[in-house]
């Protein structure tokens, strides 16, 4: 809202105005008459300046695609970036920090080429931990089973979980796991 003075239909006049909160709206009114000059509702969400951001690192294009466009449908994130291993990962997180964009979360399958997920989930905690930022949530999704040493590496990564992808080739059973994946986002994240 303006500052200054603002037109009173009622005055006739360019007049100074008070600022006044109440019903969830800001007002403007007329200083001199009390006339309601300008209104804006406070609980209007007004495109939100804050974007969420997501990272994918899979090598299956059909399921780095299949989570993006859900994530993107479904309002989990307004920007979603997806790479095919982990050392792309890492390049999108440094490129990213750079720019101080902050991360809603990233979604990492852990048998990846290049580098696996793993070792690429613990060099983005050594990057947050030596810039002195917040930890991103990560979850991976893979169709490993989650062994006892996997545990003991997600507790050490936390935030991080873990969610099955199961093995079964069918596009179906798939879209049912993702779909599972982003109710467990939504849940735990947003």
Not at 27 to 52: A, M, R
Not at 110 to 133: H, S
Request: charged share 30%; hydrophobic share 40%; net charge negative.
């Amino acid at each position: 809202m303006a500052e200054g003075n603002k037109y009173c239909i009622c005055c006739g006049e360019e007049v100074p105005f008070n600022v006044v909160v109440r019903n969830e709206r800001r007002e403007l009114t007329c200083t001199y008459c009390g006339f309601t000059l300008d209104v804006e509702n406070l609980w209007e969400d007004t495109k939100s300046s804050i974007d969420k951001y997501a990272l994918i690192a899979e090598d299956s294009k059909f399921t780095r695609t299949l989570l993006r466009e859900l994530l993107l449908k479904k309002t989990l994130a307004s920007e979603v970036i997806d790479v095919t291993n982990g050392l792309e990962l890492i390049s999108e997180y440094s490129k990213l920090v750079k720019k101080n964009i902050k991360l809603s979360f990233a979604i990492i399958d852990l048998n990846m080429p290049v580098m696996d997920g793993l070792t690429a989930a613990r060099t983005i905690r050594a990057l947050e931990e030596k810039d002195g930022i917040l930890k991103i949530p990560i979850v991976f999704f893979s169709g490993v089973k989650a062994d006892e040493d996997l545990r003991r590496q997600m507790e050490l990564l936390s935030p991080a979980n873990y969610v099955n992808k199961g093995s079964d080739p069918d596009p179906e059973h798939l879209i049912k796991r993702v779909q599972g994946l982003l109710n467990f986002i939504s849940q735990r994240y947003q």
